[in-house]
């Protein structure tokens, strides 16, 4: 028989941990799998896991110990894991999958095959282990494992005992790398092809393609953290995010962007660049509303380790324009002198990735390079790595009000160099917060976002912050599918799936997709696994 198990999102301390289970049932066995008393009558089994997760909120994993990450469920079995995309809650429990025996390959993207070891290095420095030796014994094993797959090409995982399973990756335009994954099952007699979403990307999403449906799926097992909502136009946002960040401008200060390290930061900066390249000259704040609107003591500027300098206006630049110490007063403040900050080293990591896997763009990003301009490298752009450097930036960004836009880490403000700037810029008015994404309920992100409005204030590291800061909120940048996103993908496919497990998402999402789902699908089965 053919088992799909969910090990994930159950705890609210695990991630997505799917498992694909062939085990060769015998002769009127229970088809259903329910009578537990036929698993003991079989061959041993073997098995696939799809990701292994770590949930990121905070709040629901305070207090989680390595105990609670420990992998709780039978692994001899497992054949291969195979990872849709990158993101930790669908790759952070790796480490303590390998602790727990797991031998086996890790099939993934070539993009994927990249990233996953930098993912991982940063999380295992972050939650599992400060021993750099150990940190790099389990990097090695995850090196020597990796298997990585071409889209589109099957690869046979195991064939034995009556039963075999090849997969598939195919493009989800959530990430870069990320893939859904196609299943095709043999046990016995029985023959299917289960499909994994894995996370799905919207249309439009800047150097992604979209996601085409599965060309077959007898049945789907399908992510719905966007279930509920549609995006707000993604054609347009480019210029709603242009409307708030000059809004946020007007008085100075800072603009903060929580984003994660992959995919949203890169999807800013490709947008931000397109805004620069269209507005050039436009002024976003003139000089007559504020007395100084660059004003700043150039000796206040932190000391840095960039070759540009940080804000790429260090005083021994060799860029005059942005130079605050030279420019005459009156200036105004246009898009092409606005300093753009990514303050991570390892979003900074990731989009040099990026800029190196170009051939995994989408046509319109890889027509804008062919054409001479830089999406992910452009001169405004300034990368803050050392940690010092970042403390420096805090606090001459705080004091100063200079206008500047800092792209930093984590995307829910439940940790990383984000939290630092929140602590130091929420109470003063003239900075604003501009969230681009999906806010999981008991992070820091969803309490700003729900309380700073109201002049609430939020809990950072155990201690309470007010909020003078502005919030706001661009849509439309959620590298997820939204409702419509999803009901395609699934309509798309030509003959509909037997059974749709819905997984992934908060209970309301996934009540309302499956809701949907049922209108639209009355035949199939439409289930919530927990
Ligand atoms: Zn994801």
Redesign the pocket.
Known sequence: MIEIKHHGAVTGVTGSCHELRLSQATKGSDPSGSDPTLLSAVNPPAGILIDCGLFQGQEESRGSSAADLAIDFPIEHIRALVVT?V?I??VGRIPYLLAAGFDGPIICSEPSAIMLPEILEDALKIGFTRDRALINRVLELIRARVVPLPYGRWHSVFEEGGGSLKVRLQRAG??LGSAYVECDVVSGTAAERIVFSG?LGAPHSPLLPEPSPPERADRLVIESTYGDKNHEDRETRRYRLKAVLEHALEDGGTVLIPAFSIGRTQELLYEIEGLIAEFGDEAILQAAKGADPLGSDPTLLPATDSKAGAFGVSPQGDRPRSRPGSRPRSESLTWSNLEIVVDSPLAAEFTRIHRDLKPFWDEEARALVAAGRHPLSFEQLTVINSHEDHLNAVEYLAKSHRPCVVIAGSGMCAGGRVVNYLKAMLGDARNDVLFVGYQAAGTPGRNILTYGPRGGWVELDGERYDIRARVHTVGGYS?HAGQEDLLRFVEGIPQPPSEIRIVHGDDEAKRALQGKLRESLPQVAVVIPN
Do not use: L, S
């Open positions: 995309h993101h809650d669908h959530h990430i996370d590298a």
